[in-house]
């Protein structure tokens, strides 16, 4: 084997900043390639360029225009040049992109193919094709994915606050009104109703650009794989790749059936922001005030914050059947949910993973979540966990019922919990797509 090429890796952003799932991903996959003999460099946008080390992989920022207005699509030209300086610099052999942004826009991609660079992709978000940003249409209803530009304008205008029959109805006039456009003041936020449609094509060229311009595409799950495939993606350039553990426990200890006296006790972990759905659960709570159910939500409870933020806080600490508690390293997540009867996930959007479902496997206990998206490929509903096929108080409120009174059923779920697979697997299918670009690899 020849001498190990040179991988770069591109996320939203990276530590020590705050990060979400796919940079814990992106960290935990170069552990795992650094242990297999690759050498990995992070490259993610910043306030002004900058490198530093971060668990032995050399981070790099390449700065971003902080005036730039991302409404056209085509994304940041000065973080461009900057990363395509930055490939100059570093001089990788692979270019692998976790994000898409304004700041790791197609301008990015096109530094790194000018460059006849291998380029992969892998799609971590619905952001990545949605433009309301959670393949919820109008929020409520699982969607396709396909890119429709006169669909799409609509459910993001819906998402603005623009009324559903109202939303539909800019987006189908556009076509026409935006020509108005040029006219008005360039900033004018009201111009995006007139010209919806339009902006939305413009977009989804710009993301079919994208997806063409790499050499492989890597989903995470199966509705990636077939919102990729139903978008024109070819097949042969599609990888699914599912998630793994990197501190893998193996089998979790068994547990002691549950005392029928003592209280079902969940546990949510997350942000608290909207498409992590813990509004629904809380109705879904306020429906069964007699069920013997209680919660510990771990997250952050923060100042300054959106008026959705405050007002979930607001309710938390006021929920009987709630408990807040600090959010958990992510060292220490295992061992706290081995404590839990359950972990509920009641997201309000595609999850590609969640990582926190494997973990709740790696604790031996079952999860509660939305039946759509990741959680309903990794959950087997009646087997591991319970599926809730909508967001739905009532139907919340129907299943938690179930959970707490139905007769031994938390102690199938729990012995239907087997251990996920490891983070070591998935470097080894990633580096499979590495080499099928470069043989050397």
């Known amino acids: 084997m020849n001498a190990c090429p040179l991988i770069l890796h591109v996320p939203f952003g990276y530590f020590p900043s705050p990060v979400g799932g796919t940079e814990v991903y992106v960290a935990a996959l170069c552990r795992e390639l650094r242990e297999l003999g690759y050498t990995n460099v992070i490259a993610a946008p910043g306030a002004e360029s900058e490198c530093y080390q971060h668990e032995a992989t050399e981070v790099f920022r ?5 005036s730039h207005i991302p409404i056209e699509g085509v994304g940041d030209l000065t973080a461009a040049q900057n990363f395509g300086a930055l490939l100059d610099r570093i001089q990788p052999q692979i270019v692998h992109f976790h994000a898409q942004s304004p700041a790791v826009s197609v301008l990015a991609l096109r530094e790194a193919r000018q460059r006849g660079l291998a ?8 952001t990545g094709s949605c433009h309301r940003g959670t393949l919820m249409r109008w929020g409520t209803e699982p969607c396709d994915g396909r890119l429709t530009a006169t669909r799409c304008a609509a459910c993001q205008l819906h998402s603005l606050g623009v009324p559903k029959m109202a939303a539909q109805t800019f987006a189908s006039t556009s076509w026409a009104s935006h020509r108005l456009a040029p006219y008005f003041p360039a900033k004018a936020c009201w111009q995006i109703p007139l010209r919806a449609a339009p902006l939305a094509a413009h977009r989804h060229h710009f993301i079919r650009e994208w997806w063409a311009g790499m050499d492989r595409v890597i989903a995470l799950c199966a509705w990636t794989e077939r919102l990729l495939e139903t978008n024109g993606v070819p097949h042969s350039r599609v990888t699914t790749v599912r998630h793994g553990l990197t501190q ?3 089998v979790a200890p068994a547990k002691l059936p549950r005392d029928p006296s003592e209280p079902v006790k969940l546990v949510f972990l997350g942000r608290l922001d909207p498409t992590k ?20 939500v771990h997250t952050i409870m923060e100042t300054n914050t959106s008026a ?3 007002g979930l806080q607001e309710r938390l600490q006021a929920h009987p059947k709630v408990r807040v508690c600090p959010p958990v390293p992510s060292s220490a997540v295992i061992a706290t949910l081995r404590g839990a009867s359950a972990l509920v996930v009641p997201s309000a959007w595609f999850e590609t993973g969640p990582l ?7 604790a031996g206990i079952p999860v509660v979540g939305s039946g759509f998206g990741g959680i309903a490929e990794w959950v087997t509903d009646g087997v591991d966990g319970l599926l809730v096929r909508d967001l739905k108080a009532e139907s919340w409120a129907k299943v938690l019922t ?3 009174k139905e007769p ?16 070591r697997a998935v470097a080894e299918e990633v580096l499979a797509v590495y080499q099928e670009l470069l043989p050397s690899v």
């Open 356 to 362: 926190v479902v494997l973990e709740a496997f790696a």
């Open 119 to 126: 380029t992969v992709y892998t799609y971590h978000t619905p």
């Open 402 to 404: 179930r959970l707490v």
């Open 308 to 310: 959705y933020t405050q």
């Open 62 to 66: 390449f700065g971003v225009n902080p």
């Open 408 to 423: 031994g059923l938390l102690d199938r779920l729990t012995a239907g919990v087997k251990p996920p697979r490891s983070m």
């Open 248 to 250: 893998h426990p193996g």
């Open 277 to 296: 759905g813990l509004h629904v659960l809380l109705e879904a709570l306020d429906l069964i005030p007699d069920a013997a159910v209680h919660v510990d």
